[in-house]
């Protein structure tokens, strides 16, 4: 053999050898730096208390907003402040004006003034005389002083009773006002009553000396007649109670 092909034995055995051991350590290069990694991300993955990357810093922060946003759907039980509009019940406050006595409606029986409007008079509030009228002939007037401390509102008109009468007159609608007529203490109410026809026309005539007044709360005022008592027939006729005699006497 010669010299030559000796040499080229050896540095093929060698080249062999060479490569061998580059494919070796390569394989082994491999085992030491790829099996770290899947395995450290397996046991992260594992307990997730493994250190993290800066970069994993930023998921926990990330991770820390989203809760917070969680936080955030639970405000939508702000709509439960909806129920704060229950607050227009102070509306109810308007109902403590009457209680306090400020209102002005039928509750305080005021007259729209604020002022208390004045009671039904009665019989003992009042004392009712009768005296013949100069004019027109065959009337009567009437004449109704409030004796009483407070003011008080007579009825419409006198529903006067003559003897034994049942039936209450007809009254004058003419004579009708435009409200009930009240009297201060001291003061009078006035009423006309025709007694009977000037010609004669009326029928039924009698004479009697009493007449009876009744009043809403069921008092009864007696008046006394002039002397000798008056006459009366179907021709009967009352006025409303007025604030002053000539208007009584105009009907």
């Given at each position: 053999m010669s010299a030559r092909r000796i040499t080229r034995t050896r540095l093929f055995?060698?080249?062999?050898?060479?490569?061998?051991?580059?494919?070796?350590?390569?394989?082994?290069?491999?085992?030491?730096?790829?099996?770290?990694a899947p395995e450290?991300?397996?046991s992260a993955s594992a307990d997730g208390?493994?250190?993290?990357?800066?970069?994993?810093?930023?998921?926990?922060?990330?991770?820390?907003?989203s809760a917070g946003s969680t936080g955030s759907a639970g405000s939508t039980g702000s709509s439960g402040s909806a129920g704060s509009t229950g607050s227009t019940g102070s509306a109810g406050s308007a109902g403590n004006d009457k209680?306090?006595?400020?209102?002005?409606?039928?509750?305080?029986?005021?007259?729209?003034?604020?002022?208390?409007?004045?009671?039904?008079?009665?019989?003992?509030?009042?004392?009712?005389?009768a005296a013949n009228a100069p004019r027109p002939i065959n009337h009567l007037l009437l004449t109704a002083t409030n004796t009483g401390s407070k003011t008080c509102a007579l009825p419409p008109?006198?529903?006067?009773?003559?003897?034994e009468a049942q039936a209450v007159p007809p009254v004058a609608e003419s004579s009708k006002p435009q409200s009930l007529t009240t009297l201060a203490p001291g003061e009078s109410g006035y009423a006309g009553v025709r007694l009977s026809s000037g010609d004669g026309s009326g029928?039924?005539?009698y004479e009697t000396t009493a007449l009876t007044i009744p009043f809403e709360d069921g008092s009864i005022a007696r008046v006394k007649l002039p002397s000798g008592g008056?006459?009366?027939?179907?021709?009967?006729?009352?006025?409303?109670?007025?604030?002053?005699?000539?208007?009584?006497?105009?009907?």
């Open positions: 055995a060698a080249t062999t050898v060479a490569l061998a051991a580059l494919s070796l350590t390569a394989c082994e290069g491999d085992e030491l730096t790829g099996s770290p450290s991300s397996a208390n493994s250190a993290r990357p800066a970069g994993g810093a930023k998921e926990d922060a990330g991770d820390t907003g209680a306090s006595g400020s209102g002005t409606g039928a509750d305080n029986a005021s007259d729209g003034s604020g002022s208390e409007a004045p009671g039904a008079c009665s019989a003992a509030d009042v004392r009712i005389t008109y006198p529903a006067a009773r003559f003897g029928g039924n005539g008056v006459y009366v027939d179907t021709a009967l006729t009352v006025t409303y109670w007025q604030t002053s005699a000539s208007n009584a006497l105009e009907y």
